[in-house]
């Protein structure tokens, strides 16, 4: 059963380094006391500018 799985993986596209990523982001995400408030603003608007002043 686990070599139909592997061979589903392989045909579908699926990266083992995906279910990596994904495992760490559930154990991150999933943890009681998260606190999602700094990741509702996007994150361009949570970037500093890196154009300083009038450089003409």
Not at 33 to 53: E, H, K, V, Y
């Amino acid at each position: 059963m686990k070599n139909l799985q592997r061979w589903f993986e392989r045909i579908a596209g699926f990266d083992p380094l995906e279910y990596e990523r994904y495992r760490q982001a559930k154990q991150v995400f999933s943890r009681e006391n998260f606190d999602d408030r700094p990741l509702r603003l996007p994150a361009c608007w949570r970037r500093r500018s890196r154009i300083s002043g009038a450089e003409a």
